[in-house]
């Protein structure tokens, strides 16, 4: 066998995606507050660009906005700290509590044992027993607990909860809790309706007492689009700051003595100028005709509710506007539009089609929601197997296997109806 090398040239076609396209990329993925950072941020780079819309310093109505909450920790350990200042403390325990505090977990316990904080902390088990004991009579209840059984029990006896609801935590909590209530009855000697009254109880606890000392700063989310009826119509209005646009700032440019050496400098940044106005006008563009086509194939759900909307991909808007997929995708990322119904990301107006039924108008959204229906309206005593809820859901023309209907069950993240029972 012989080898042979030699040369030649072949002709390939390849995309290389240019500074100026990745960037025309990045303006159409992000949201407004995103999108104004980056215009902001390009303003102090470039002294000729002058953004033309800017956000409103007004605080939104409520009409226009939703807000969510974001959490500090910061304000965690000293309000712990505040509840013991009036305490006598020793060095040692203060620094037992200071490090114990930084440890909790997510539902603010410290799971950890007295050894391992003893070994950690360098400190002898007693402080850090002592140093537990001052953080448990801090506010909220159940700080600093052990477990979720403690802190459930902290609070119960706190409450002065009967006997069954302290017992059960303390000494059934695992049987109660997986709701192997006929195995704690029969171990207990406690019927299913004192331990049904015991849940109904317990659920009024609060496992995650951290929450209570997160502070809550207000985030507003921005809407793209208001969607409206007006006599008879559909109506889109769109918010004049979710489509911010840049101009040359002329003032700027007659205030500059222009000499050879600082020609091109200017020349570049007017460049800059123009290269982002025609992204912007881009990014209007594409995100205009987006939310225009969502809106008109899902115009049911804007009078019906969720559970008019019908199946709809991001490759078949694709296909209809012309453009690739991930395009659709970066352009719906992050944004929002605001109806009758609430504040609602563009990503939740698609839908697959349920494969399991013949009816290609059948969304997966619409089987769901039948679904919770039934099981919200069913006898709580006698709850609905997957194969009752298929019965009652083929009546309804919604064939699906008991299989499908567990699995979308599942993801409603409701419990089977052995777990769903009560028994009064």
């Given amino acids: 066998m012989s080898f042979r090398f030699e040369q030649s040239q072949t002709q390939i076609q390849k995309l290389a995606l240019t500074q100026e396209m990745r960037q025309s990329l990045d303006l159409l993925q992000y949201s407004s507050e995103e999108l104004h950072a980056f215009l902001q941020e390009k303003q102090v780079e470039n002294p000729f660009l002058k953004i ?3 956000p409103s310093k007004n605080q939104p109505t409520k009409d226009w906005v939703e807000w969510t909450a974001s959490t500090g920790t910061d304000s965690i350990q000293s309000s712990i700290m505040d509840q013991l200042l009036n305490q006598t403390l020793s060095p040692e325990c203060k620094r037992a509590i200071s490090w114990l505090i930084n440890d909790f977990d997510d539902f603010g316990f410290l799971t950890s044992t007295d050894e391992e904080y003893s070994k950690w902390i360098d400190l002898d088990i007693l402080t850090i027993q002592q140093a537990r004991q001052y953080i448990l ?3 909220p209840i159940g700080i600093g607990a052990y477990s979720m059984s403690h802190c459930l029990l902290l609070q119960a006896e706190k409450r002065r909860m ?3 609801v302290c017992n059960i935590l303390s000494s059934y909590y695992t049987l109660f809790i997986e709701k192997r209530w006929k195995e704690l009855a029969r171990i207990s000697k406690y019927s299913l309706k004192q331990i049904q009254q015991a849940a109904d109880a317990i659920s009024t606890l609060n496992p995650s007492p951290i929450d209570y000392l997160r502070t809550s700063k207000t985030e507003y989310i921005n809407s793209e689009a208001d969607v409206f009826m007006e006599n008879g119509k559909l109506l889109i209005r769109y918010a004049k700051e979710a489509f911010p646009s ?4 002329e003032e700027y440019v007659k ?3 222009v000499d050879q050496e600082s020609l091109a400098y200017i020349n570049i940044m007017k460049e800059q100028v123009r290269i ?11 995100l205009r005709l987006v939310i225009q086509e969502i809106v008109k194939k899902q115009s049911a759900f804007f009078s019906k509710g969720y559970d008019a909307i019908v199946p709809f991909t991001m490759t078949e808007l694709a296909t209809k506007l012309e453009l690739h997929e991930s395009t659709i995708s970066r352009t719906i990322k992050d944004k929002y539009i605001h109806s009758a119904l609430g504040t609602l990301p563009l990503r939740r107006f698609f839908s697959q089609r349920s494969t399991m039924i013949k009816d290609e108008d059948i969304s997966v959204d619409h089987v769901k929601t039948q679904l919770q229906q039934l099981i919200q309206t069913e006898d709580k005593t006698k709850p609905l197997s997957d194969q009752a809820l298929k019965i009652l859901l083929d009546q309804q023309g919604l064939v699906l296997s008991r299989r499908v209907i567990a699995k979308y069950r599942e993801q409603l993240g409701i419990l089977a109806s052995t777990k769903r029972k009560r028994f009064e």
């Avoid at 840049?246 to 700032?249: F, G, P, Q, R």
């Fill in 246 to 249: 840049v101009e040359l700032d």
């Fill in 276 to 286: 982002i106005d025609k992204q912007l006008l881009q990014r209007k563009e594409t």
């Fill in 255 to 257: 205030q500059i003595q």
């Fill in 52 to 54: 033309k819309v800017k």
């Fill in 137 to 139: 009579q801090c506010e």
């Fill in 162 to 164: 009967d006997e069954v």
